[in-house]
């Protein structure tokens, strides 16, 4: 593996373990939805609004969203409305790999994951129910992976979804071209007010831009300029990367504050490893204004 970006500062530990595996001879699809399926099996990661100890719907029960996207193929496999799996990333790879569809929800998703050999967590509704009109929080977990000597890459997504929301609802995280999006060029994928940004398919567009020959940092800063033209109220973050390793990062992010470390950074923070780092680390997006 050259290279592995993913949103927010909270991926750092659970990148940096798997620094070794990076270097073996894994694909960028093993590498996206291994890392990513860590996070969501480990409930601390909760807050972040991704995997098992995310937070319920209205109804009390959780609803996850995950895809994943091989660049050099164009093969998407997405999954919506999942309950009881908060491993969805890999029922996501599922869907690409053993069905004829590239996208199951709600039920249908669950049945296809059982059928698959994935197993259903027992699930009572949660008793601090959030009221929809209370939601907060719409982070996203994404994680791009390159590697030149193929050339290959790879983008994978998933969350719980914003707090409170009816259930059956559906943000930009697992939609392609929304949510993520990759080609034989590059890839990109968005955290955010998914509600808002799925009108946009900003991931389209930046790729769009990189295979037209922009540099990632440039298609990034583009595109969220013009979203933010807009819409300013929008809260949008893109990480992306084109084949041959440039990468780049854009936000409508002022500042936020690791809700894992209680770190608080002026931006967007994400996190990058390159085969030629002793260690990951975390940098800042651009911002627009």
Request: charged share 20%; hydrophobic share 35%; aromatic share 8%.
């Amino acid at each position: 593996m050259d290279l592995i970006i993913g949103t927010w500062s909270f991926c750092f530990d659970a990148i940096r373990q798997k620094e070794e595996f990076y270097r073996s001879e894994i694909s960028c699809l093993d590498a996206v939805e291994n890392t990513i399926s860590q996070i969501e099996g480990d409930e601390s990661y909760g807050p972040c609004i991704v995997g098992r100890g995310g937070p319920p719907n209205s109804a009390g029960y959780r609803e996850y969203d995950a895809a994943i996207m091989d660049g050099r193929t164009s093969k998407f496999g997405a999954v919506t409305a999942l309950r009881g799996i908060p491993q969805a990333v890999s029922v996501a790879r599922a869907v690409m790999e053993r069905s004829r569809h590239s996208m199951l929800t709600g039920e249908g998703a669950g049945q296809f994951a059982l059928e698959n050999g994935f197993h259903a967590e027992c699930e009572t509704p949660h008793q601090s129910i959030i009221p929809e009109n209370d939601s907060k929080g719409h982070d996203t977990l994404g994680l791009i992976a390159q590697r030149k000597n193929e050339p290959e890459i790879a983008v994978g997504v998933s969350t719980s979804g914003a707090p409170g929301k009816h259930p059956g609802r559906v943000g930009d995280s697992a939609l392609p071209g929304g949510g993520l999006y990759a080609n034989s060029h590059g890839a990109a994928c968005c955290s955010g007010d998914g509600d808002e940004i799925l009108k946009f398919c900003a991931s389209f567009h930046i790729v769009h831009l990189i295979s037209q020959g922009r540099l990632p940092q440039e298609a990034c800063t583009e595109v969220i300029q013009k979203i933010y033209n807009q819409n300013n109220h929008l809260e949008i973050a893109v990480i992306a990367s084109d084949i041959k390793g440039n990468y780049g990062a854009c936000s409508t992010v002022r500042s936020w504050t690791d809700p894992l470390t209680q770190k608080h950074y002026e931006g967007f923070p994400y996190v990058l490893w390159t085969k030629d780092m002793t260690c990951p680390e975390i940098r800042l997006a651009t911002t627009v204004s």
